[in-house]
């Protein structure tokens, strides 16, 4: 039945991508669920006349005083309307009231393709973007006591990076005097994961947060091994670049992505300038030697993924140097149970 519903998925993400850049293997994704230590995953799938036609997962974070819980609900396109959807969002804040969480996340995701023609729209308390009130996503959301909290960009650069752009942004990127950057693919050097472990555990203080509830993360060591050893089992392993403040030996700065072993789509995880480091430079510093360790490592990635809150102007002016693209909006919806 695994297998089944990752073809069920696979088929919705190909219906409303109209591309397969986020289709995945059934031992991709299984790897993802294996990978339960610091986050307890709990999935009900619907079935109807012998086949399955929906789901959601319930992704609960197991971090001291966590009080959040993230839903994802999908029903095949072919099903939609029949209340399939609200039976099993329905089923997932059940989980979580069991759980003890009184915040659940839901998603929408809305690709550029669809954002052009909106008569009117929802918007987050922060942030300029707003997702189009027509959609049937946007409205089961509101429907259901949802209310907006962020939008998310997603934004889409093309590679190889032009020579002019590349040389301008290393020109900026050689203004962060003071640090280093260092590079690793899969596997943190012994010698600094304390230090990105502590750095990692500020992408839940630092980022920007204004309208929704976000669960403090404790990184270790040990959580960073694990993250890395999940994604090598995925075939997925992370490229990071940080930097380092050379007097202090501190990480400042980091930013991940994951190298698939073939296609030419690649995604970025996290990117990060700790509060105290910021105002050098140094988001373009790991961006762009990322980029080139990317190209060594990936030369037939020609297309990178990012997402970014709506509201992090910093970040996005950021990506719009490199000259990342709107490739779509996510809506990062939550209300409080119980």
Known sequence: MFEELVGVLNGISVALWQADDFVETAEEALA????????????LVAVEDGVVVGRVQADFPLDENAETVSLLVDVAPAVRGRGIGSALLAAGEELAAEGGRRVVSAYTEHPARTLGDSVSVVRARAGSAGLPAESPDVR????????????????????????????????????????????????????????????????????????????????????????????????????????????????????????????????????????PHRGHRLGTLVKLQNIHELAVHAPYITRLLTWNADENVPMLAINRAFGFQLHALTGHWQKVVG
């Open 32 to 43: 993802s669920f294996r990978a339960q230590e610091y986050q307890e995953k709990i999935l």
């Open 140 to 275: 089961f959301a509101l429907r259901h006591g949802y209310r907006l909290g962020q939008v998310e960009r997603s934004s889409e650069l093309l590679l190889p990076l032009p020579r002019a752009r590349e040389a301008g942004l290393a020109s900026t990127a050689a203004s962060a005097t003071g640090y280093r950057a260092v590079s690793w693919l899969g596997h943190a050097p012994d010698d600094l994961l304390d230090r990105f472990a502590a750095l990692k555990a500020r992408m839940s203080i630092d980022v920007p947060q204004s309208g929704i509830a976000l669960d403090r993360e404790a990184w270790t060591g040990d959580r960073v091994r694990a993250q890395e050893r999940e994604l090598e089992d995925r075939g997925e392993p992370l490229l990071v670049t940080a930097a380092q403040h050379i007097a202090s030996g501190e990480l400042a700065a980091y930013t991940e992505i994951a190298v698939p072993a073939d296609g030419d789509k690649a995604e970025q995880y996290d990117t990060l300038v700790a509060v």
